[in-house]
């Protein structure tokens, strides 16, 4: 049977390709496997079926051979683990794209997540002048050290891997926040692996469901 990933029935990303489930669809797209997805509401994510699935009631998981795997982090390593195509074969190079899939979501993606949210929710608050900066330059300190770790490299280590999917579509949350332009060769870098097809088919799919339920 094909893997089944869950993803929000209505998308709060307007079909930008931002809700985490993008970057499931991706992997899979990249290994060439076939799934199914299903949609969830707001409120079903917080049903007894879901958490048992997903304790903290969010979106995605993954179900596949009897195996229930959340967080996209951990979905994606296993999709690789199972799967050629995303992870190196020489022990070495696969414990460095390892090491990047973990710097993604622990690393690089905390500050961007948390300047996201406060520019939604804070903007009418006393301190939000003065934080916004101190967030600005915690993102512009990490995407020097990505830019001075890149050099002229198409990916971050050789062939492009697991670790370039998830860090890339951390990154991704900076489109729009003027951000990335003081870094060319990092926006060169997201840009390459947006052109990629199974990156393209994914944003479709994504797209395609937010299109269909006229959000």
């Known amino acids: ?5 869950t993803a929000f029935a209505s998308a709060p990303d307007r079909g930008r390709g931002l809700a985490r489930d993008f970057r499931v669809r991706w992997a899979l797209e990249e290994l060439g496997q076939a799934y199914q997805v299903r949609l969830l509401s707001f409120a079903a994510l917080k049903e007894p079926g879901h958490r048992e699935l997903q304790p903290f ?24 683990q199972r799967h050629p195509g995303l992870l190196p074969v020489g022990t070495a190079a696969r414990a460095r794209a390892l090491s990047w899939m973990f710097a993604a979501v622990s690393t690089i993606e905390p500050p961007i997540v948390e ?3 406060a520019a939604m929710l804070e903007r009418d608050k006393p301190w939000f002048a003065e934080r916004m900066p101190m967030l600005d330059e915690r993102i512009h300190r990490r995407l020097d050290e990505l830019a001075a770790h890149l050099g002229g490299s198409e990916w971050l280590d050789g062939a492009f891997s697991a670790g370039d999917l998830m860090v890339v579509d951390v990154m991704r949350r900076l489109s729009g926040s003027g951000l990335l332009e003081a870094h060319p060769s990092v926006a060169a870098y997201i840009a390459r692996a947006e052109a990629r097809p199974a990156f393209q088919r994914a944003f ?12």
């Open 1 to 5: 049977m094909d893997p089944i990933i």
């Open 57 to 80: 009631g969010q979106i995605p998981t993954l179900e596949v051979d009897d195996v229930a795997v959340f967080e996209t982090g951990a979905i994606i390593l296993h999709l690789a």
């Open 204 to 215: 479709e799919a994504q797209r395609a469901v937010f299109e269909a339920r006229g959000a």
């Open 115 to 117: 300047r996201s949210m």
